[in-house]
């Protein structure tokens, strides 16, 4: 059974970097893409963007200059970073597995960790 | 592709049927393969999403088959054939032609 878990510091000062970890266990993360989701208090869901290992990236445009997202695959981790967060940044984030390999397939979000509370404050 | 959904609260009783609607800004449909890339996701409480429905109408594995989704182009619904208690939550439609968005989410609650 795959299994998500998202680790990293649960406060962050306004315009530092936020740092996350999305550790994966029960299976190979080279096949697939893998996606960080955020959801503010209290509201919905804003997808962030995904990484396969081969180095394709996507972003959702609204952030694109804020985030970087790595892997490493023999420790099975893929990584966040957010720059110049700020109070807006605030949400809990998850980490996700895209179903698949292919284009659409890959978006199918079929495993999700049990998310990280990140808070921006000074 | 912004993604509405109505209501926005839903409460239900036991046993009986629940429907969620969400409209898309723009058709979801794919011409070159035919496959509407609209998924439903339910968020139970203090919970991570899970994917119940994706490309319109095929159930993700392990859920019951009293959850469908149907609809077509900008239009699609999300039906509980009977509600169970286990159903409280807030359900999501995503869609997924162009990079990922969300509805604002449904949120059903037992009577």
């Known amino acids: 059974q795959v299994q998500l878990q998202e680790s990293g510091p649960g406060l962050v000062k306004p315009s530092e970097t936020l740092s996350l970890t999305c550790t994966v266990s029960g299976g190979s993360i080279s096949s697939y893409y893998w996606h960080w989701i955020r959801q503010p208090p209290g509201k919905g869901l804003e997808w962030i963007g995904s990484?396969?290992?081969?180095?394709?990236?996507n972003f959702s445009p609204s952030l694109k200059s804020q985030v970087t997202m790595s892997i490493d695959t023999s420790k099975n981790e893929i990584y966040l970073k957010l720059s110049l967060v700020t109070a807006a940044d605030t949400a809990v984030y998850y980490c996700?597995?895209?179903?698949?390999?292919?284009?659409?397939?890959?978006?199918?979000?079929?495993?999700w960790g049990q998310g990280i509370l990140v808070t921006v404050s000074s | 592709i912004v993604l509405t959904q109505t209501p926005l609260s839903l409460p239900v009783t036991p046993g009986e049927p629940a429907s969620i609607s969400c409209r898309s800004s723009?058709?979801?449909?794919?011409?070159?393969?035919?496959?509407?890339?609209l998924d439903w996701y339910l968020q139970k409480p203090g919970q991570s999403p899970q994917l119940l429905i994706y490309t319109l109408s095929s159930r993700a594995s392990g859920v019951p088959d009293r959850f469908s989704g149907s609809g077509s182009g900008t239009n699609f619904t999300l039906k509980i054939s009977r509600v169970e208690a286990e159903d409280v939550g807030v359900y999501y439609c995503?869609?997924?032609?162009?990079?990922?968005?969300f509805g604002p989410g449904t949120k059903v609650e037992i009577k």
């Open positions: 996700a597995r895209g179903a698949s390999s292919s284009w659409f397939g890959s978006r199918r979000l079929d495993y």
């Open positions: 995503m869609q997924r032609i162009e990079f990922p968005t």
């Open positions: 723009q058709s979801l449909l794919n011409g070159d393969d035919g496959n509407t890339y």
């Open positions: 990484f396969f290992h081969s180095g394709g990236t």
